[in-house]
């Protein structure tokens, strides 16, 4: 893939994932025994750029990689799931890593390592946008530094691409990023802390993302977990529901999320309509286990959507 020919631009964090698979997620202080220790490609821009590119998007990865065997790997990888690694950058002497823990009920518990992600600048991602004459949106996130996320939004916005920020991991955000956001997707955790108030419950959920629509986005999608999402923009409100799978490891089930809504709306579907294809890809990643080897494909994914 070219990025030249890439419509969807994924600026953020690739890691190797070092999943550990354990009866449940310990407690402080606690000692477990696991039962299997599995090493996978990842990180949440990664695993939104295969996720898109899966589901039919022609996707380019800006970023960076150390100069060691996971960067290798890494950057092999994204190639295979034909996503442009031109603006992936070796830079810096190692790769970012995940350590995962995942209990038997598909929940898991992350400590991400930055590595060379911590290196990216504004300028990549410049130099990105004026390569990709054909981009019509940006997804961030918040594992690369935030001055480089504020940055890319500013430039993306600038040049009239869709905005798309996952903010995670949670953190407080300027007003001056947010109002650079076209879409918002926050998981109820980061919708609380950045609406400041609680966002626990369905109705809590929902009066958070009205906060936050005031903050600046266009829209904020709050993804409720097994619950669906919460769409929210200028004409209201809406709930999506869930779909009832058989939940095997919940891993980037929010990094398919967006990456599939990045593909509908690229591809100019609806916004209720986009979120639906969205929520269901998310749902279908949770059925198998790790992050970028879950995601569906458009095959997978459409003839359920008429069920």
């Known amino acids: 893939m070219d990025i030249q020919a890439s419509t969807i631009l994924v600026a953020g964090s690739v890691n190797m994932d070092l999943t550990i698979r354990c009866p449940r997620i310990p407690m402080p202080g606690e000692t477990i025994l696991g039962s299997a220790l599995v090493e996978s490609p990842g990180g949440k ?122 903010p995670a991991p949670a953190q407080t955000l300027p007003d001056a990023l947010l109002a650079n956001v076209d879409v918002l997707l926050p998981n109820q955790h980061e919708a609380a802390l950045l609406a400041g108030m609680p966002a626990g419950s369905l109705d809590q959920a929902i009066a958070a993302a009205r906060r936050l629509l005031a903050r600046g986005p266009r829209t904020v999608l709050v993804k409720l977990g097994s619950r669906g999402v919460l769409l929210a923009d200028s004409s209201g409100v809406q709930h999506i529901p869930g779909h009832r799978v058989h939940a095997m490891d919940t891993t980037a089930a929010g990094d398919c999320l967006a990456g599939a809504l990045a593909v509908a709306l690229e591809e100019g579907m609806p916004l209720p309509s986009a979120v639906a294809f969205a929520n269901l890809a998310a749902a279908l990643s949770t059925t198998r286990p790790g992050a970028q080897e879950s995601m569906p494909s458009r095959g997978e994914v459409e003839p359920l959507l008429q069920l």
């Open 45 to 166: 821009g990664a695993n939104q750029a295969v996720a898109a590119a899966r589901l039919g998007g022609r996707v380019a990865m800006i970023g960076c990689l150390g100069v060691d065997a996971y960067g290798r790997a890494l950057r092999s990888k994204l190639i295979a799931d034909y996503v442009s690694v031109e603006y992936l950058i070796d830079r810096g002497d190692r790769s970012g890593v995940a350590f995962i823990e995942v209990g038997e009920d598909g929940e898991n518990s992350i400590v991400v390592v930055p590595g060379a992600n911590a290196l990216v600048e504004p300028a990549d991602v410049e130099a990105a946008l004026a390569a990709a004459p054909q981009a019509r949106l940006l997804l961030l996130q918040l594992e690369i530094p935030l001055g480089t996320v504020e940055a890319a939004a500013r430039l993306g916005h600038a040049r009239g691409l869709t905005v798309l920020l996952d």
